[in-house]
Every structure is written in structure tokens, then in C-alpha cells.
């Protein structure tokens, strides 16, 4: 595996459609490395880098300028696991592996509905799982040898994915 950056620790983007598991994902890998978990809609919520509210979609409208200032500096100095279901406005030299789960249909239709999502909003996200909208995103905006699909059905996956990246940022060895 090429390594391009001379971070001395790695970044890790974590994408995929909301209720994949990105944030239980990067919580048990921040704890099992000590890299820093970057929650980015918390952060967003918390720094107001948005424009306002979406009423449909029942969400913030992401200010993504905003969003890469506040996070360039940390990004620059490395071992940031950045957790956000979109990946293709962060400046490509930021992620030394981009990671997008998936999530079988039923078993995200069930997770979405327990969140409260209903409507176009359930809708919406159970498609953009069924047309992989998030590993197409990723596939365009990073180098092919940095973009890695997991599965994430089961807590059992959480596991073997968890100890697999923790294996990943153990190995890592920053060029110069
Ligand atoms: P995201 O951050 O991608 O929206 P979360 O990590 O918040 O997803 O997970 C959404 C819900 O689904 C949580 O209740 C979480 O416990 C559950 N969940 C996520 N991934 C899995 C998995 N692989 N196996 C079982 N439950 C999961
Ligand atoms: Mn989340």
C-alpha cells in the first residue's frame, strides 16, 4: 500500500448513508488508537458552519467552506477520524484511507426507522444505499488504492472492522 502523506499519523475518512455505523465505527477506532473522532454534523451544529436549516429534509445546509477551515489545521497535522455521510468536498490530500460502509437494505430500513426517520427523508437515504451513492462519491473524489467498502450489517462486523483498521494505523509509516 502506497503512502503519500508524511503525517506521522494517518487520517481516516469514515462515509457512508447515515445509519451505517460510521459514528459507532469511528468511536470504537478513536478509542482502540486515540485518534481523534471528528464527528462532523455535531461539529457543524456545535460551530454553526452551516446556512441555515433545511425544513424538508429536516436538516442543516452544510456550509462545506466553512467546514474545511475549521478543520484544515487538524487535518495538516494528522490522526483525525473524520465521520460524515459525504466525502466529495474535502480536499483529496487530507485522507490516507477512505472508508464507506454498507449496510444491507432491510437492516438500514429498520436502524432509520428506530431513528424516527420517516417519509421522503427515509426514502432518500434507503436509496442512496441501494445505488451505492456514497462509495460512487468516494470512488470519484480519492485514488482507488485509498477507498475500502465495508460491510456493516452486525456488531460482529463492527468488530473485524474495528481491529482491522486499528491493525492499518498500527502499520503506519509516514514516508520521509
Ligand atoms: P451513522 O453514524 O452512520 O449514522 P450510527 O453509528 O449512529 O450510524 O448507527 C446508527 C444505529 O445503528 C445505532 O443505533 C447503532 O448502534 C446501530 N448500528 C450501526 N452499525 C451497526 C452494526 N454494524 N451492527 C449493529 N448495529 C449497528
Ligand atoms: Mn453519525
Known amino acids: 500500500m502506497a503512502q503519500h502523506s508524511n503525517r506521522k499519523r494517518p487520517n481516516i475518512l469514515v462515509t457512508g448513508t447515515p445509519g451505517t455505523g460510521k459514528t459507532t465505527t469511528s468511536s470504537a477506532l478513536a478509542e482502540a488508537t486515540h485518534l481523534r473522532h471528528l464527528n462532523i454534523g455535531d461539529l457543524v451544529k456545535e460551530k454553526n458552519l452551516h446556512d441555515g436549516w433545511d425544513n424538508h429534509l429536516r436538516c442543516h445546509v452544510v456550509n462545506e467552506d466553512l467546514v474545511c477551515d475549521e478543520l484544515e489545521d487538524m487535518m495538516e497535522e494528522g490522526g483525525n477520524i473524520v ?49 451505492q451513492v456514497l462509495l460512487e462519491e468516494a470512488k470519484e473524489s480519492y485514488p482507488e488504492e485509498t477507498v475500502v467498502a465495508l460491510k456493516s450489517d452486525t456488531i460482529e462486523d463492527i468488530s473485524r472492522n474495528v481491529t482491522a483498521l486499528t491493525d492499518w494505523v498500527r502499520m503506519w509509516n509516514p514516508t520521509s
Open 83 to 131: 465521520d460524515y455521510h459525504g466525502c466529495d468536498f474535502f480536499p483529496e490530500r487530507w485522507f490516507d484511507r477512505v472508508i464507506v460502509l454498507q449496510t444491507e437494505n432491510s437492516v438500514l430500513y429498520d436502524r432509520l426507522s428506530k431513528r424516527g426517520y420517516t417519509g421522503d427523508k427515509l426514502t432518500n437515504n434507503i436509496e442512496c444505499e441501494i445505488f
